[in-house]
Antibody, heavy 122, light 113 residues
Framework: QVQLVQSGAEVEKPGASVRVSCKTS????????IHWVRQAPGQGLEWMGW????????YYAQKFQDRMSMTRDTSLTTAYLELNSLTSDDSAVYYC???????????????WGHGTMVTVSS | DIVMTQSPDSLAVSLGERATIHCKSS????????????LAWYQQRPGQPPKLLFY???TRGSGVPERFSGSGSGTDFTLTINAVQAADVAVYYC?????????FGGGTKLEIK
């Protein structure tokens, strides 16, 4: 079945960087865009951007574009999110999510990873 | 940015009764070229990732029971849950994918009375 399996929880110090992975399976990796969404503790959902797994081209929300990088490894069918210059405001669960329709950028998300908790603390 | 406003923030419904959640967008999310509303609904149970309930405002996601329904167009949308069950306790989010940045409503917490 279609699955997105994310890497484990991370604890980082302010100013550090974190990389979260999203291993996909059960479908053709390059056919569907992967989006990243985060959720601070007890808060709502915040969209961060997407990556086109076929071309590797990313699109970042303006809020994050200066310190975020999205990449992918097609041989591993895995997408990656890297966030730099962490502050306590970045403490959140980070989700990867697949678009519902193949080859579609702006779309709902039908498959979600289980989430990766990132804690930023000195 | 397109602001998504949900109401109410929370509601308590008796088992078997109906729950209605509203979502209003700050601008129309109906794309006239294809006559589709770029609106999705998600259910998030405690400790779980969101689950897709509806996309294109009213197209049911995989495995979603028929007692859930999505409706609306333009700027006003509704999620209705008929015959609420204990398993429906969750936070429900609307989501627009019409314009960037993609945005979500603040969520509506459904509890059992």
């Amino acid at each position: 079945q279609v699955q997105l399996v994310q890497s484990g929880a991370e604890v980082e110090k302010p100013g550090a960087s974190v990389r979260v992975s999203c291993k996909t399976s059960g479908y053709i990796f390059t056919d569907y865009f992967i989006h990243w969404v985060r959720q601070a503790p007890g808060q709502g959902l915040e969209w961060m951007g997407w990556i086109n797994p076929s071309s590797g081209a990313p699109y970042y929300a303006q809020k994050f574009q200066d310190r975020m990088s999205m990449t992918r490894d097609t041989s591993l069918t895995t997408a990656y999110l890297e966030l730099n210059s962490l502050t306590s405001d970045d403490s959140a669960v980070y989700y990867c999510a697949r678009t519902t329709t193949a080859a579609t950028t702006w779309d709902a998300f039908d498959i979600w990873g289980h989430g990766t908790m990132v804690t930023v603390s000195s | 940015d397109i602001v998504m406003t949900q109401s109410p923030d929370s509601l308590a419904v008796s088992l078997g009764e109906r729950a209605t959640i509203h979502c209003k967008s700050s601008q129309s999310i109906l794309y006239n070229a294809n006559d589709k509303n770029y609106l999705a609904w998600y259910q998030q149970r405690p400790g779980q990732p969101p689950k897709l309930l509806f996309y294109w405002a009213s197209t049911r996601g995989s495995g979603v029971p028929e007692r859930f329904s999505g409706s609306g167009s333009g700027t006003d949308f509704t999620l209705t849950i008929n015959a609420v069950q204990a398993a429906d306790v969750a936070v429900y989010y609307c989501h627009q994918y019409y314009g960037t940045p993609l945005t979500f409503g603040g969520g509506t917490k459904l509890e059992i009375k």
